[in-house]
């Protein structure tokens, strides 16, 4: 009830991309394994830059994550800069730190070079602060983001109340580079321009193994198979059936609820400039408008769970406590995602053999760093220049206790939202 096809971006999708399963065997120079963000992204940049491609999705594109995801194509991770510095170094913590802060602009030039109909709006974005500390958090992360050269605004509580139309908050940060798009049709879009530039696009068509001889990849899917001479694998947490080259990650669900169509009057008071914003809880809450005027409140927990009725009661509540305006409306969508979180928080890219290369780990920050991550993971594979890569390839990478360090995400967030926001 709660999963792909309850999603308001399923029902409010107008991109369209014609497709059809493999049934064949194909040879190209290369095949990427996955039709989110990063997998689009790549399979775009490799055709233009002369490469012969094709895509291979298991369901639909966009059925993942990125299909599923709040829309807020923001810069950066969510890793402050000093975090990103500790954990890569200077140097590499700097370029990737430069490489992200462009990031929504490469996302807004892609929509607007390929006409994509994913409704953007480029006003910024609101990272809010919900206490105190909330606030004082904020003001290091202005600090940082500042040093590195970020257009970034910390602005005061009755700035932030101006801006969002609550009085909930105690200050904010406002990034003017970022903006909301509509994802599911981001990513349908991506695939459309891909597929019109040459890529053979292949749904419902999962790889089920993937094999490598004589300089060449085999991938075998049910009707058919690819050869090609390099691979990217762009899963992320909607690995399916491939074994051996599964991504390690901590599984954390997302869940969104929407209301229908407000009033304009109703409107008028929510968000008035257009941006998108998410507090500084330790469960966080993220909240936006879409083009028709719906209101979406997001917050970490799986509607699939025994913790659905706490999540979706925690929605109503916490709607009428940040816009008590909106008590009386009904949430009719509700949808859920599932996160690749590293412990890091940093993206990895892993070597599943030779020429193959393994993306994952956005961490729930998938459109900006997908879209990098996609083009120079297919550009460095292309030019054999592992320098290109935004962080450095390993090995293997792994995750301790990912079943239980998701089991504890899930029932914090549910207890949390059975707690919280009552009046």
């Not at 408008?289 to 913790?307: P, V």
Request: hydrophobic share 40%.
């Amino acid at each position: 009830m709660s999963d792909h096809d309850q999603s308001l971006w399923l029902k409010t999708c107008r991109e369209h991309v014609d497709s059809t399963s493999l049934t064949s065997d194909i040879a190209v120079d290369l095949a990427v394994i996955g039709g989110g963000y990063t997998g689009c992204s790549a399979a775009l940049a490799a055709v233009q830059a002369g490469a012969s491609v094709c895509l291979l999705e298991a369901q639909e594109i966009g059925h993942g994550g990125s299909g599923r995801n709040v829309g807020l194509a923001n810069a950066g991770l969510w890793l402050p800069p000093a975090d990103i510095r500790a954990h890569l170094g200077a140097e590499a913590g700097g370029r990737l730190i430069d490489l992200l802060a462009a990031a929504p602009a490469e996302v807004f030039r892609l929509i607007d070079t390929h006409e994509i109909a994913c409704d953007p709006v480029r006003n910024g974005t609101l990272h809010c602060a919900h206490s105190a500390s909330g606030l004082r958090d904020i003001q290091a992360r202005h600090a940082q983001l500042s040093a590195t050269g970020a257009p970034v605004e910390l602005i005061s509580a009755e700035q932030t109340g101006q801006r969002t139309g609550s009085a909930m908050f105690h200050g904010g940060l406002f990034d003017p580079r970022a903006g909301a798009i509509q994802p599911l049709a981001y990513v349908r879009g991506l695939a459309r321009a891909a597929a019109q530039a040459g890529v053979r696009l292949f749904m419902q068509s999962p790889v089920q193994s993937m094999q490598h001889e004589a300089g060449v990849w085999t991938l075998t899917s049910t009707r058919g198979t690819v050869r090609a001479k390099k691979v990217i694998q762009a899963t992320n947490a909607y690995h399916q059936n491939l074994q051996g080259s599964a991504p390690a990650y901590v599984p954390v669900y997302y869940f969104q609820y929407a209301t229908a169509p407000l009033s304009d009057n109703l409107r008028a008071g929510i968000l008035p400039g257009g941006e998108g914003g998410w507090d500084t809880g330790l469960i966080m809450t993220s909240f936006r408008m879409d083009q028709d005027g719906r209101f979406i409140l997001g917050a970490m927990g799986d509607l699939g769970h025994a913790g659905r009725a706490a999540h979706t009661g925690w929605a109503k509540r916490k709607m009428a406590q940040l816009y008590p305006q909106l008590a009386n409306q009904s949430l009719v969508e509700g949808w859920h995602g599932r996160i690749a979180m590293t412990s890091d928080h940093i993206p990895k890219i892993t070597r599943i053999g030779p020429n193959a290369l393994s993306v994952h780990g956005f961490s729930g920050r998938g459109i900006g760093p997908g879209t990098v991550f996609g083009r120079l993971v297919a550009e460095s594979l292309l030019n054999d220049d592992p320098s290109v890569l935004p962080v450095p390839a390993v090995s293997e990478y792994h995750e301790n206790w990912t079943g239980l360090r998701r089991a504890y995400f899930e029932t914090g967030a549910a207890l949390t939202h059975f707690v919280k926001a009552r009046f």
